[in-house]
């Protein structure tokens, strides 16, 4: 019996300033509208509160404070994209979700090596499609152990 090795990998594709970002779409539970957030005092300033999504209180986390990128007021392209990670389910806030793509495997290359920049701590590895630059992020690194604990202390 032989055994298929996926040559392809399909991700969902967002943007945080004019760069463009991608996470694998079987951690993606929805993409939604930035809903009303409702704050959550004591907890890190990149957790912006929690979300009642359909019944379910989802923690929120905007990935411009998380890599420490300037803040911007969400517009009509704001989007949240619902992940779950492990048995954790958090929100991101996004500039924009703008395309499910598939991409080859051998296309991801590691990430580069980078000093002084905060977002290469969360960065899976990278995707060149054309002239387009993917950036993959690693969930894991984002949600942290340590402040995990802290989202699910808040998490529905």
Do not use: C, W
Request: a negative charge; zero cysteines; hydrophobic letters at 40%.
């Amino acid at each position: 019996m032989t055994q298929a090795i996926a040559s392809e990998i399909k991700l969902i594709v967002f943007q945080l300033n004019t760069k463009e970002y991608a996470i694998p779409v079987n951690q993606v539970r929805s993409i939604e509208k930035v809903e009303h957030i409702t704050r959550v005092p004591h907890t890190d300033k990149f957790v912006k509160g929690v979300l009642n999504l359909r019944g379910v209180i989802t923690p929120i986390i905007d990935l411009r404070s998380r890599f420490e990128l300037d803040e911007s007021s969400y517009s009509d392209s704001t989007r949240v994209i619902i992940v779950g990670f492990n048995e954790l389910e958090v929100g991101f806030i996004v500039d924009l979700a703008n395309d499910v793509i598939d991409i080859p495997v051998n296309s991801i290359e590691p990430p580069p090596e980078v000093v002084g920049v905060k977002e290469a701590e969360y960065i899976n590895g990278v995707a060149k499609i054309g002239k387009r630059l993917l950036i993959l992020i690693d969930l894991e690194k984002i949600l942290k152990i340590e402040e995990r604990s802290s989202i699910q202390g808040i998490e529905g």
